[in-house]
């Protein structure tokens, strides 16, 4: 999470950044880190030394212009940086740019040109330039993604299409949530690109919705369509994940001669099924109402064994004290 620290000098924020960091840690028993910089990617990258490096204890203040930020990115990987992925390392290494350091001295249009825009915000970034803006909450995301990595490898086809079918439904809710409707879907399958013994494959596909939608059913049959296209027995699948693309506003949508014409009669009943289930999933629990039942201790569902004791909401998970 990203928080503005205007109005700071330097020792005040190394000093509130260490209270943060202290009171998260005794109060929830949670182990955080806290990076401060002038810019976003500065501040991951800080974030980052103060959890690879235990001279820290957790808190990292860099400031864009000091041999200690210089001496970082120097010290650390390419591959550390805020939105630079391993495919693009790779391209950099290529042509000499192999730490952070080569980054930031790199010419941004000459970035800009050779690769894209936001490796040149990326390259300005790691000069102390903002150039990326906070996120306003209030503004609708312009695209909607859920995945998850899956609880075991898995290529069974079926288990595949019911976490699929979870993601594509949390993304529906999102979508309606935020008052959008989708004009497109893509999903992806990912294997384990650490298990070199087994063979690698990390397809996605897009299917353009026949019109703007946040109806659940809709998307899901696109996301099933998609699925098909793209899956291949043979191999294990790591995650999986469903993305709404293109999203318009419910209430500003501008139809098309092209679009797929729905009667009012039937936009209402989806609108109305969609707000029925909304509802009662709000009041009664997230999966009270779905569309298709997962099967218990399918490979993709989370292993989660290492949850919290849930004293206060859960009656069977009561801490149990024995006398002698």
């Known amino acids: 999470m990203f928080v503005r620290f205007g109005g700071f000098t330097s020792d005040q924020l190394l000093k509130h950044a260490r209270q943060l960091h202290d009171r998260v840690r005794q109060y929830t028993g949670i182990p955080v880190c806290v990076g401060v910089a002038p810019t976003r990617t500065l501040a991951k990258f800080a974030n980052r030394a103060a959890k690879k490096i235990p001279a820290y204890r957790g808190v990292c203040v860099l400031q864009a212009d000091s041999a200690e930020t210089r001496a970082l990115l120097q010290k650390f990987e390419l591959g550390d940086l805020w939105g630079v992925g391993r495919r693009l390392?790779?391209?950099?290494?290529?042509?000499?740019?192999?730490t952070g350091w080569d980054l930031a001295q790199a010419d941004p249009k000459w970035i800009r040109r050779q690769f894209s825009v936001t490796l040149e915000r990326t390259a300005l970034e790691l000069r102390g330039v903002s150039c990326?803006?906070?996120?306003?909450?209030?503004?609708?995301?312009?695209?909607?993604?859920?995945?998850?990595?899956?609880?075991?490898?898995?290529?069974?086809?079926?288990?595949?299409?019911?976490?699929?079918?979870?993601?594509?439904?949390?993304?529906?809710?999102?979508?309606?949530?935020?008052?959008?409707?989708?004009?497109?879907?893509?999903?992806?399958?990912?294997?384990?690109?650490?298990?070199?013994?087994?063979?690698?494959?990390?397809?996605?596909?897009?299917?353009e919705l026949?019109?703007?939608?946040?109806?659940?059913?809709?998307?899901?049959?696109?996301?099933?369509?998609?699925?098909?296209?793209i899956y291949r027995k043979g191999y294990f699948y790591q995650k999986g994940?469903?993305?709404?693309?293109?999203?318009?506003?419910?209430?500003?949508?501008?139809?098309?001669?092209?679009?797929?014409?729905?009667?009012?009669?039937?936009?209402?009943r989806s609108a109305k099924l969609m707000s029925v289930m909304d509802e009662l999933n709000s009041r009664m629990g997230r999966g009270t109402v779905k569309l298709g039942t997962p099967s218990p201790g399918a490979a993709w569902h989370l292993r989660c064994a290492n949850l919290t004791q849930r004293f206060s909401t859960r009656w069977d998970e009561l801490?149990?004290?024995r006398a002698r």
């Open 89 to 98: 390392v790779e391209r950099l290494a290529v042509i000499g740019i192999r």
């Open 132 to 207: 990326i803006e906070m996120n306003d909450f209030h503004e609708p995301r312009q695209r909607i993604m859920t995945s998850r990595s899956f609880g075991k490898l898995t290529g069974n086809l079926g288990e595949i299409r019911e976490a699929l079918r979870q993601h594509g439904q949390r993304g529906a809710e999102k979508l309606r949530s935020q008052g959008s409707l989708a004009r497109a879907v893509l999903v992806f399958l990912k294997t384990n690109p650490f298990r070199l013994d087994l063979p690698q494959y990390s397809p996605h596909a897009v299917l």
């Open 210 to 229: 026949p019109r703007p939608t946040d109806d659940s059913r809709e998307i899901l049959h696109a996301a099933g369509h998609a699925l098909q296209r």
């Open 241 to 268: 994940g469903v993305m709404l693309l293109d999203l318009v506003d419910a209430r500003r949508q501008q139809l098309s001669l092209l679009d797929t014409p729905q009667s009012e009669a039937e936009r209402q």
């Open 319 to 321: 801490p149990t004290a």
